[in-house]
């Protein structure tokens, strides 16, 4: 991943805007790291249902994650808004590499960065299946060079 002082808001295609809440909040005051990959999640599968029209009840093929990292930079804490953004790095026949950066309200550069992979598999499977293609058209909204 890029050092964070070349990241910026505008390198990244989609934003989401997410409030903290009360309970992320650990003892020492600021949002639990945890707590910062259940915002990679979200952003990405709120993309994922809305734009590529993932269905996560019944579809044939879902995303399990298979690798995932965060770079803390800044602290969040509540109440607070991060403005999520995300894009993709990597898009095989199975596999998906987001990036997704993590931005205080207006703030051009990063309070964090991470990235998170997707393996698609078979809901019954759960065998690597192709990307399915409504959801890879989204996807590929996401790339730098689209």
Known sequence: MPASSTERREHYRHHLSIPTRWLDNDVYGHVNNVVYYAYFDTVINEYLIRVGGLDITRGDAIGVCAESQCRFLA???????????????????????????????????PAALGFFVHVFVDRQTRRPTEVPPAIRAALEQLRPES
């Open 75 to 109: 602290e969040f804490t509540f109440p607070e808004t991060i403005e999520a953004g995300l894009r993709v790095a990597h898009l095989g026949r199975t596999s998906v590499r987001y990036e997704i950066g993590l931005f205080r309200a207006g703030a051009p550069e």
